[in-house]
């Protein structure tokens, strides 16, 4: 498999997957970090000599212009990013307002070294997520090298991430820097890990992180569980968690992963108390309780301090760290301390020389927000797709390229 940086773009066109899936409010970008996490990638094209023909999805135009009539594609469209990359790039953006017609194939043809054309919103074709061959053979006609940099879409077998790959023979088809970066962070925790390796696993739903815990299982020494999906695990042992979120459906499947993680001699470890609240709101009333006896009408919305001590403890210990999942209600203040304390410990532990991954959603937003993203060792751009890898499957876009 070639290394990108080992390719030398000069007079190539490069058609490059990127994730520009950013938000948009009101004309507005809002955040621009996966735009800003593909331009090393880009650079080094235009560095070397070659242009970039840019392409990627935003949003699900044709699912919600179905069920909302009054949105139209322009709400979808890619041409609202063109001025901010070009500004970022130092590049004027050329656009194709169509990803496969005949004018973004004589845009793209017509290319010079150092230029950049952007494709429409790739997700304008509905056989774009169908993964279509011959939508994908359109596609890889616009430039002579492959280069896969959207992480983000890794683990989604559509035509502009997977099935395009097989147009381009192996010399010609390549991850490119961020996707590189994501794999090597993924790799180094799942099979370079150093002992102890600590899995911190929050967020609302345990139905939503079985297949991880149970796949790291097999590579943690401990997990930490916290957020809304620890009080599943208390009812499941007989506790009172009032109204507390729990998944009445999933109480076996506590019971089973616990008994697992004994079989395999990893420690799970559970918060002993919460920060408790009246109602799910802002300016609930709060107070402090353990976790086997929350009173009725009241419900966890953070870790207490008891558990902020234990998990801390836990962590700084540790050589490798997966974090997935805040450990409460962080987007309300009165329920942000436990996982601003967590970020804390994650942050401390990579000071000390741990290999700290942030990634999959939440935790993400928590670090940024919280001001930890430059202390801990990597921060992934990949929700879905993180949390994919780490249960043990294989990403349809990465394996396009390796075989
Ligand atoms: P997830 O997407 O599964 O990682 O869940 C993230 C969401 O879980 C965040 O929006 C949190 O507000 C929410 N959450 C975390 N802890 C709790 C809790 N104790 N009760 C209810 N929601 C929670």
Redesign the pocket.
């Known amino acids: 498999m070639i290394k990108f940086n080992n390719y030398n773009f000069d007079g190539r066109k490069a058609l490059i997957r990127v994730d520009f899936n950013v938000p948009i409010k009101d004309g507005k970008i809002t955040d621009d970090t996966r735009i800003r996490a593909a331009l090393p990638t880009i650079k080094k094209v235009l560095d070397d000599g070659g242009s970039a023909i840019l392409m990627s999805h935003w949003g699900r135009p044709l699912k919600d212009i179905e069920k909302k009539p009054d949105l139209t594609l322009a709400d979808f469209s890619l041409s609202r990013i063109v001025s901010h990359l070009s500004s970022l790039l130092g590049v004027d953006v050329q656009f194709a307002d169509d990803c496969i017609s005949d004018d973004a194939a004589s845009k793209a043809a017509s290319l010079q070294p150092g230029q950049v054309l952007l494709l429409e919103n790739l997700r304008y074709y509905k056989q774009e997520e169908k993964g279509d061959k011959e939508f994908a053979g359109k596609l890889s006609k616009l430039g002579d090298v492959y280069v896969n940099d959207a992480f983000g879409t890794a683990h989604r077998a559509h035509a502009s991430t997977a099935v395009i790959a097989d147009f381009f023979p192996a010399d010609k088809k390549m991850f490119g820097l961020l996707m590189e970066g994501e794999l090597s962070a993924a790799e180094e925790v799942l099979h370079n890990s150093k002992k102890p390796f600590t899995a911190i696993i929050?967020?609302?739903?345990v139905s939503?992180k079985i297949l991880i815990i149970e796949n790291l299982l097999e590579k943690a020494t401990d997990i930490i569980i916290g957020?809304?999906m620890a009080y599943t695990f208390f009812k499941a042992q007989g506790c009172h968690i009032g109204n507390?979120?729990c998944e009445d459906d999933r109480l076996d499947t506590a019971l089973e992963l616990m008994k697992k993680a004994d079989e395999k001699g990893v420690c799970i470890h559970l918060p002993a108390d919460s920060i408790i609240a009246d109602k799910f709101a802002a300016d609930a009333t709060t107070s402090s309780a353990l976790n086997a006896e929350i009173p009725a009408n009241w419900m966890?919305?953070d870790i207490g301090q008891m558990a902020i001590d234990h998990f801390k403890k836990i962590i700084c210990e540790s050589k490798t760290i997966l974090w997935n999942?805040?450990m409460?209600?962080?987007?309300m203040e009165k329920f942000q301390h436990g996982t601003k304390a967590i970020a804390e410990a994650v942050a401390e532990a990579t000071q000390n020389g741990a290999y700290s991954l942030v990634g999959g959603?939440?935790s993400v937003a928590a670090v940024n927000k919280f001001g930890f993203a430059d202390k801990v060792s990597y921060v992934s751009t990949g929700g879905g797709a993180l949390l994919e890898y780490f249960e043990g499957k294989e990403l349809p876009g990465i394996a396009a390229i390796k075989k």
């Open positions: 929050g967020g609302a739903k939503d957020g809304g507390s979120l966890g919305l999942g805040p409460g209600v962080f987007e959603g939440d």
